[in-house]
């Protein structure tokens, strides 16, 4: 076993060899300097992973040899967070942390009090944002990488069709710790197999964006007495929820 973890695509397989290219061949020959015939494990950000041994390191790639196949069981719960638009930092920092507690799926959502507008650069943004999970996996021990949305307008958002739809609110709800304790989900009854929690930006919703996420099947949720950070409160909610449902 070994603590080295590199991310492959899937198109790099010509079995029964993995030829590793790009920013994770750069890493594992002139970062962490894997030298032939040590092992490392890969793994595809779908739950695939496999135990391989360096064989040789070529000018643009590596090819190693697979010795080993594990597949991951998906979570029982895929859980979607989409999280108001904050400042990137902040925005990076949840997207870290959630790739760790093993969500499903990330979409910026643009509100009436978002603080940061939609950049003309979103790919690029978006392309950074898919290697801080990638990094956050490979550190975590992830299998399963969550998918980002490019940011959607809360108009969209509130029309998903996730079996489960909360959304935190500083006007009161419910406690989301109730919600799950009382949840059936919790002892393995499988009721649904979707959720999405929706999580707004500092200045909070605006009244007429709460009645129009309420009239779209959410359920008003609360964290508490004590007001949070959205970047706090994300985590906080994200890491409950994939506590009861999936761990």
Known sequence: MTSNRFFFESTQIQFPYIYLEGDEHHHLTNVVRIKPPQKVWLFDGKGTGYLTEVEEILGERTRLRILKKEKENPPRVKITL??????????????????????????????????????????????????????AAKQSGASYLPSVSPPQELSRVIQRKEEKKLF????????????????????????????????????????????????????????????????????????????????
Not at 105 to 128: A, G, M, Q, W, Y
Not at 191 to 219: M, R
Request: hydrophobic fraction near 40%.
């Open 82 to 135: 989409s999280q108001a638009l904050i400042k990137t930092k902040n925005m990076e920092f949840i997207l870290q942390k959630v790739t760790e507690l093993g969500l499903s799926h990330f979409i910026p959502v643009i509100t009436s009090r978002s603080l940061v507008k939609v950049e003309d650069k979103i790919n690029t943004k978006i392309s950074r944002w898919k290697r801080i999970i990638r990094e």
């Open 168 to 247: 935190l609110s500083e006007r009161g709800g419910k406690k989301l710790k109730e919600i799950l304790l009382d949840d059936p989900q919790v002892s393995g009854g499988g009721l649904f197999s979707t959720a999405l929690i929706l999580v707004g930006p500092e200045g909070g919703w605006t009244e007429k964006e709460e009645i129009d996420i309420l009239e779209h099947g959410f359920e008003r949720v609360s964290l508490g007495s004590q007001i949070l950070r959205t970047e706090t409160a994300s985590i906080c909610a994200a890491a409950m929820m994939a506590h009861f449902w999936n761990h």
